[in-house]
């Protein structure tokens, strides 16, 4: 199993890090099967398995639940679960309180915050307390009305600046990697470089130490609607949806059930019960 140390080591020898996302049983037996390093227990679930059109409505409950279920498919892989919109807001105690559920009860190895200032006190307080702590900066889909919509971040000199300033902040927190997402890669490479903690980019170029994708998106299984940072291996939708069809067909068709899915036993024993 991954750890803080061992995630150092893979960034100073240039080893990339591999990080997926998982929901469930399933996407979680594929992740772990897959090698990958890390598994994210993204709160993206909201968009990709619970139909939102943002981060926003999902609660603690619902990453609990779908953490547990990750946790059961990967047992040996590094999972990171998402504090969800405003459980660690409100003040430092709600924060703590709501990270002690979430890292005890989904048995995650590590919790993930987006943001930084206020949130850094948070980060300091959830890593003294014994909760590893990775960091998200650049889009922050929670802050997504704040933020003006989904967006690259860091454009320009000055907002490029206050990132890689906050970058700097989150690791100083101790906060064990960073997340950067959507930011133009030649400020990622910069801000890659000059921290220690790993950074694990989505849309933010090939000099991260790392790369994260939505499980749904590599699958392409959900919504056809992907942003261009994604690279899709597979049509799952096309391949899945022609298999359903099928089996819809053969039903209409009654090429299904066939004498293999099918039980018997001795018609003369229903004689009595038919009457
Ligand atoms: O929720 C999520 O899937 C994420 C990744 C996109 C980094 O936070
Ligand atoms: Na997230």
Redesign the pocket.
Do not use: A, N, W
């Given at each position: 199993m991954l750890n803080r140390t061992k995630l150092l080591t893979m960034k100073e020898k240039k080893e990339k890090i591999a990080m997926i996302?998982a929901y469930d049983y399933p996407s979680a037996l594929m992740a772990e099967k897959s090698g990958a390093d890390m598994i994210?227990v993204?709160?993206?679930?909201g968009n990709v398995v619970l139909g939102y059109d943002s981060?926003i409505p999902v609660t603690l409950d619902d990453m609990i639940h779908h953490g547990k279920a990750v946790r059961r498919g990967a047992p040996d892989t590094y999972m990171v679960v998402?504090m969800p919109f405003m459980t660690y807001h409100v003040s430092v105690e709600d924060a703590l309180l709501n990270a002690r559920r979430l890292y005890q009860e989904t048995r995650a190895e590590a919790l993930?915050v987006e943001g930084s200032g206020e949130v850094l006190e948070v980060v300091s307080r959830m890593t003294q307390a014994g909760i590893p702590v990775v960091g998200?900066l650049g889009l922050t889909?929670q802050s997504v009305n704040v933020l003006g919509g989904y967006r690259v971040q860091g454009k320009d000199k000055q907002t490029a600046k206050t990132l890689l300033d906050e970058a700097k902040a989150v690791e100083a927190a101790g906060a064990i990697a960073l997340?950067m997402?959507c930011v133009p890669r030649q400020l990622a490479a910069v801000i890659s470089e000059k921290l220690e903690i790993p950074v694990i980019g989505?849309g933010a170029g090939k000099e991260c130490d790392g790369q994260?994708l939505?499980y749904h998106d590599i699958l392409q299984y959900g919504s056809d609607k992907l942003p261009k940072f994604v690279k899709t291996y597979i049509d799952s939708n096309h391949l899945l949806g022609e298999a359903v069809e099928s089996y819809v067909k053969d039903v209409k068709s009654e090429a299904f059930p066939e004498e293999q899915h099918t039980f018997t036993m001795d018609p003369s024993l229903l004689e009595d019960i038919e009457g």
């Open positions: 996302t994210l993204g709160d993206s679930l981060t998402d993930k998200h889909p997340v997402e989505i994260v939505v």
